[in-house]
């Protein structure tokens, strides 16, 4: 598969993830009780899938085609890659409660690092006096994927961790009966 190929699956997938995330709020908004109880009984394999592919994908991207993770990217990475373990371990043991909230912990912070990333591409935000650290790392500023005018790697890194915060509420409110 070209890179050209790979960066539009990427990219369609942010747009996946960005279209679950409006579908959520606005069924939780709605109260749509039944949808969001099948939702959140099905959510470890959405945890699971939407995990996996995200970690295969950045994989890829660095070590297939070669283009080297900055050092924001690396912390995305740290925020991103032990969620996997989590639902392994918790899907084992039924416990999305659990799940919810180690992803929250993580995606949270995880989001916020994507956002800032995005606003300093942009040229939005500055970068605040970090630096990449490393000679053979990417520069966090700049740009290698640019697919419909606006989705980035961290704009997918983004759609991503929110993805997984919306998802978590999902469960966390569920399960407190608070869904509708």
Known sequence: MSIDTFETLSAL??????GGVLVLVLLLLLKKKKILH????????????VTLLSIVGSLLYSE??????CKLCWFQR????PQLITVVITWLHKEIRILAKHTLALSLPGFAL???QTLWQYQIASSA????????AASCSQIHMLKFGFITFPVVSASVFLFLIVLSILVLLKKRGTTG
């Open 13 to 18: 997938g942010a747009l996946a993830m960005q």
């Open 129 to 136: 006096g970090i630096s990449c650290g490393f000679e053979e």
């Open 78 to 81: 740290i925020l991103l890659f």
């Open 114 to 116: 994507t956002l800032y």
């Open 38 to 49: 099948t939702i959140s009984n099905k959510s470890f394999p959405l945890f699971l899938g």
């Open 64 to 69: 297939y085609y070669g283009i080297p993770a």
